[in-house]
């Protein structure tokens, strides 16, 4: 197993930048979720891909937007940033797209927004 | 829709002392139950978890039961260490594509 990695670990950005942060899944999940956590808050859902494609998605705009790849990373971008998108975001990676008993989280990227 | 109760924090205990963080849900069917712990600066890591009813998950000396009779998922240990100081999250996944979190509970163990 080599777990779910998240890159870069912390970010700034200035308002009205576009931003992309990346997930490597875990060996043998084919399933990555996205997730927004809110200092102090619980984390909210973004979306989720299923080979390689968007398989749900929560209350967040369209300047969110994803992707995901052959090899079952993804990405994560958002565009016109605003000072509310300020938060740490969570990818977590599973084998299914409804099972969560074994989706496994990275350590998140923190993102800043100035 | 679906979603996760839980006490507010912080909880403040000291070293040795009984922990409970109460957590409630609101689901159709029957959700698989979840709690996270969320050391500083670091991700998401699932502490332990129950598939249905009357199934208590266990990890780490922590402890939580599920009781669809009260949609309840308590944590509790018996005896909490300062290395517990964390945010701890309930959280249900209903078999589809989200996990749903509670707002978490900030916890802190005095020596």
């Known amino acids: 197993e080599t777990g779910v990695t998240q890159s870069p670990t912390h970010l700034i950005k200035t308002r009205g930048q576009q931003v992309t942060l990346r997930c490597s899944s875990q060996?043998?999940?084919?399933?990555v979720s996205w997730y927004q956590q809110a200092l102090g808050q619980g984390p909210q859902f973004i979306f989720q891909?299923?080979?390689?494609?968007?398989?749900g998605r929560g209350n967040f705009p369209p300047r969110f937007s994803g992707l995901q790849f052959p090899n079952y990373s993804s990405e994560l971008n958002v565009n016109a940033l605003e000072l509310d998108d300020s938060a740490l975001y969570l990818c977590?990676?599973?084998?299914?797209?409804?099972?969560?008993?074994?989706?496994?989280f990275g350590q998140g990227t923190r993102l800043t927004v100035v | 829709g679906d979603s996760v109760t839980q006490m507010e924090g912080p909880v403040t205990l000291s070293e040795e002392a009984f922990l409970t963080i109460n957590c409630t849900y609101t689901?159709?069917?029957?959700?698989?139950l979840f709690w996270y712990v969320q050391y500083p600066g670091e991700g998401l890591q699932l502490l332990l978890k129950?598939?249905?009813?009357?199934d208590k998950g266990s990890n780490k000396g922590f402890e939580a039961t599920y009781r669809k009779e009260t949609t309840s998922f308590h944590l509790e240990k018996g005896s909490v260490q300062v290395s517990d100081s964390a945010v701890y999250f309930c959280?249900?996944?209903?078999?589809?594509?989200?996990?749903?979190f509670g707002k978490g509970t900030r916890l802190h163990i005095l020596p």
């Open positions: 689901a159709t069917g029957y959700p698989s």
């Open positions: 060996s043998g999940h084919n399933t």
């Open positions: 977590a990676s599973s084998s299914t797209r409804t099972d969560h008993t074994e989706a496994f």
């Open positions: 129950a598939t249905k009813a009357d």
């Open positions: 891909y299923y080979r390689e494609e968007e398989n």
């Open positions: 959280a249900l996944g209903n078999r589809d594509d989200k996990i749903i």
